[in-house]
């Protein structure tokens, strides 16, 4: 089992639409999680980062942790063609730091 | 200020074939890092340095030697090029390391193809 699941989609939805990303991890010693978003053929950058439990908002997207049933989500509010990307998620364990595998965002205009 | 920059954009290797990927930052961040990214596979850890003269394996060191000479610097060494290492290396930095929500920050990659 990997220490971090992610499904890598392709996620394909409408310009608009409300977008969730999740992903599920193991060891509940974790306690950083971010996202980052990796444009086509770039390196990936950080988005979000959220410390323990509880939500975290910058402007449309949200990110939530729930460290009860190991779950993080990143929710994406008013989708843009320019949010097309691939979102990685990542955990911090013992200062390394353990990646999902990504998930291919498409937002059809 | 460049931050993370990598050369070359695009190789193509013959198996056994050695060659050095190029990275460098101008932030004067302590930690550097080498990822490959691979379909479905994530980014996976290959070597990594917490400061110049400093270097340590990560998750799939096998077939790669790194240095640091200086701070700015940290260059991958493909010691014999195998069709197993066709990937997208990213090199990555940050000010302290990895965890604790530091932000890492990553170059554009190099796309490696071994015939």
């Known amino acids: 089992q990997k220490e971090v699941e992610q499904d890598p989609g392709p996620l394909s939805v409408p310009e608009g639409a409300i977008v969730s990303l999740n992903c599920t991890y193991s060891?509940?010693?974790?306690?950083?999680f971010m996202w980052y978003r990796q444009y086509s053929r770039k390196g990936p950058e950080l988005l979000m980062y959220?410390?323990s439990s509880g939500n975290k908002e910058d402007g449309r997207f949200t990110a939530q942790v729930d460290k009860s049933s190991k779950y993080i989500s990143l929710f994406i509010r008013d989708s843009q063609p320019s949010d097309s990307a691939t979102y990685l998620c990542a955990v911090d364990s013992n200062y390394q730091l353990i990646w999902g595998a990504g998930t291919k965002l498409i937002i059809k205009p | 200020n460049a931050g993370v920059t990598q050369t070359p954009k695009f190789q193509v290797l013959k198996t056994g074939q050695s060659m050095t990927l190029q990275c460098a930052q101008d932030m004067n961040h302590e930690y550097m890092s080498w990822y490959r990214q691979d379909p479905g596979m994530g980014l996976r850890l290959i070597h990594y340095s917490v400061g110049a003269g400093i270097t340590d394996q990560g998750e799939v060191p096998n077939g790669y030697n790194v240095s640091r000479s200086t701070t700015e610097d940290f260059p991958l060494r493909l010691l014999s090029a195998a069709p197993s290492q066709t990937s997208v290396y990213f090199c990555?930095?940050?000010?302290?390391?990895?965890?604790?929500?530091?932000?890492?920050?990553f170059g554009p990659g190099t796309r490696l193809l071994v015939l």
């Open positions: 060891n509940s010693a974790f306690q950083y």
């Open positions: 959220t410390y």
């Open positions: 990555a930095s940050s000010y302290l390391g990895q965890g604790a929500g530091e932000t890492q920050y």
